[in-house]
């Protein structure tokens, strides 16, 4: 005997260093209340089944009701020389109910209980990050409502484009959170999935009732194959890839924060609270936190690609390289959440200086497409009109003038089809409210897609 779980047929105690090498516990101790749900739940089929009497099953359940009330209050706390969380448990029910502690683990592996225990906690912890990424996408639609009519250069390639609103340009991240979100959903439905029951890997000769602990646990189905069940760990696969797409598309909007808050665009000030100053230059306040989250994006793409390479040629069935699982999960859920948070309190208190996009606008060429589009209206080509606006635009730059300031005479001296009205269609609002159709900027299309926004929030 070694005073282990499985200690029967050692002679020798593990050595210090396999101890240390093997313990899982400084990791998965947070499992803890997810394994004492699945416990419970074995243990009152247990009694349903006949396994366990009506009474060693009640005293059961009750022993771990007591041990959870225990490490709540911090009356109980895990030992440090632990192998993991499922023997720590075990450990304290029987510290409490001595021999009947050791009928729990009937018909039960800690292969199948660990793949339990991760779905559990796993489908709580993705719904509450669902639940962030909703907060920041109200924060996002809340803020966007304000700014239907504020008008800033849109870009690509970083170059002036077109005018754009400024709450498209915020709404364009609320879409993208909502796919995040989507996926979420659509990840838990494979996570809640039940596989106690399937025992080390063949599952087991006693007569179970897995779609009753299935119910118990809100689980909708339960696996289909022991193995399977046992040894997949495609689900954190899945959530840390919905992760790190979560990151990806925090990253752009750090990266804009940074760049916005750059005295070149001066677009949005960071509040003080969320802004931190240099050691040596006074004047500084800088935008670390949105440099962060651009940052750690490092971090949950590691999480993904370690998960998918410790499950690489893995055999059938349960193997020791799994519990690697889950640091790599803690690290991309933990990264990831924290992110989103502070993404909202970042947001929150940014102030926008809509008068500096405003004034970013002017003069900026961006008005071209439409000078060139009035042309097109009046029947020239598209492409010969694109020309004509070239040489406009040519004409303005080497005269210092911005397109909007030139006069009819002017614009008549580069085509005739120009009239008065040529100026009025090219001033900034104007070629904001032009941008009519399906999922353009111009105010009565993002107004839709407000309100299309405020209904995706009402849904789950
Ligand atoms: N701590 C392990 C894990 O997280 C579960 C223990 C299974 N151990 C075993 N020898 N089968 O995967």
Redesign the pocket.
Known sequence: MTGKLWGGAFDKPTHAEVEKFTA?IGV?GRLWAADILGSQAHARMLGKVGVLTADESAKIVAGLEAVRADITSGKAVFSPDA??V?SEIERLLTERLGALAGKLHTAR???DQ?ATATRLYLRGEAQSLGGDLRALQTLLADTAEKHVETILPGLTHTQHAQPVSLAHHLLAYFWMFERDVARLVSCVERVNVLPLGSA?LAGTSFPLDRKMVAKDLGFASVTENSLDAVSDRDFVVEFLSDCAQVMTHLSRLSEELILWSAPEFGFVQLDDSVTTGSSIMPQKKNPDVAELIRGKVGRVNGALVGVLTTLKALPLS?N?D??ED?TFLFEGLDTTRASVRLMSLMLSNASFKTERMAKAVEGDFSNATDLADYLVRKGLPFRQAHEVVGRAVRYCLERKLALEALTVAQLKELSPLFEADALAAIQPLAVLHARTSEGGTAPVRVKEQLAAARGALTRA
């Open positions: 899982s998965d192998e993991d499922h592996s800690r292969n660990v080390a349960y020791r799994l519990q889950k």
